[in-house]
């Protein structure tokens, strides 16, 4: 079975409050886009990863992995798996690349053993592997509450963008756990962006977008806000890092434009795409 799994960006991402834990509670847009990896899984002797991107782990730290012993646990599979991941989506970008592609494990294995879980049981399953995973269930735009599990389905938009992953690396525990929330100045009004959202003004919405966690990323790594300047001079709507980054994008309506863009930031960064949003997870 081979499951296509899209790479999501967070339209906006605010920090309203901390759980016990030390998970931060959360008020986000997220939004799947049409850059994709390709998860086949097949019965095999024992379960392995093959993935074409050596910096992906093939051991028990692959989210895939840990799928499979979730599902193989709870629903007392004997059977291994050969999981190869085509590795399109940059690795480590904050376009949650892992989630997705523990997503398309849960899906696959639910289809192969004809277990029919609804999709809420799916995304019950998907919390236990992370905070970005249950999202894949649903896709397209959604506002993400609690730690990012608790999802409302939003208007689908629609509108070009330029993904870019400047060669750096930012781990996403770092980002929350170096977070000063006392020093924010400046949240996004995600009442605001929900009502441009259903309205489908994207120019508003692009002009509206806010991601708090940039606070801590941009301090350390300029070349971001370096990033979002060149976007904003190439005609993006808006430009903003996606989750914890490093990843920045641009908001286009024009693909004419979004291709310009995509032109310029080639000339120095290597890892850089045209997409548009999708309608769909997992
Ligand atoms: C930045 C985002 O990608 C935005 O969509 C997510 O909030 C991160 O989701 P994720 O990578 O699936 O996160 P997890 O793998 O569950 O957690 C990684 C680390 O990030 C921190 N973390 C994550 C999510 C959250 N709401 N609060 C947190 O403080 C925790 O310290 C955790 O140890
Ligand atoms: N299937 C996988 N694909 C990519 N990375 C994986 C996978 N499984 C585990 N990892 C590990 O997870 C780390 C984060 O990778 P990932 O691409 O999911 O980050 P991310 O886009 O920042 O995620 P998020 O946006 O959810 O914070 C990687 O450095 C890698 O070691």
Do not use: W
């Amino acid at each position: 079975m081979i499951i296509e799994c899209p790479a999501k960006i967070n339209l906006s991402l605010d920090v309203v409050g901390k759980r016990e834990d030390g998970y931060h509670l959360l008020e986000m847009i997220m939004q799947t886009v049409s850059l994709y990896d390709k998860v086949k899984i097949t019965k095999d002797s024992e379960t392995r990863v093959i993935c074409n991107n050596i910096n992906v782990p093939s051991d028990r730290s692959n989210i895939a992995v840990r799928a499979v012993e979730l599902m193989k646990q709870r629903y007392e599979i004997q059977d291994n798996f050969k999981i190869e991941i085509e590795k399109n989506i940059p690795v480590a970008a904050g376009l949650a690349g892992g989630s997705t592609n523990g997503a398309a494990v849960i899906k696959a294995i639910n289809e192969m053993y004809s277990l029919k879980l609804s999709k809420d049981e799916m995304k019950e399953i998907a919390l236990k592997l992370g905070a970005d995973v249950p999202f894949f269930f649903e896709g397209g735009t959604c506002l993400a509450e609690g730690i990012g599990e608790k999802l409302t389905k939003l208007n689908d938009i629609s509108c070009y963008i330029v993904l870019a992953k400047p060669p750096i690396n930012v781990s996403t525990k770092y980002v929350y756990q170096n977070l000063k929330l006392d020093e924010i100045s400046i949240h996004p009004d995600t009442k605001r962006i929900i009502d441009y959202i259903k309205y489908n003004d994207i120019k508003m919405l692009a002009a509206s977008m806010v991601n708090v966690l940039e606070n801590v990323t941009i301090k350390e790594y300029p070349i971001i806000y370096e990033i979002k300047n060149i976007m904003m001079e190439f005609g993006a709507l808006g430009s903003l890092m996606s989750g914890s980054g490093p990843t920045v994008f641009g908001i286009f309506e024009e693909k004419a434009d979004a291709i310009k863009c995509y032109n310029r930031l080639r000339d120095y960064i290597k890892e850089v795409f045209v997409v548009n949003t999708v309608d769909r997870g997992v």
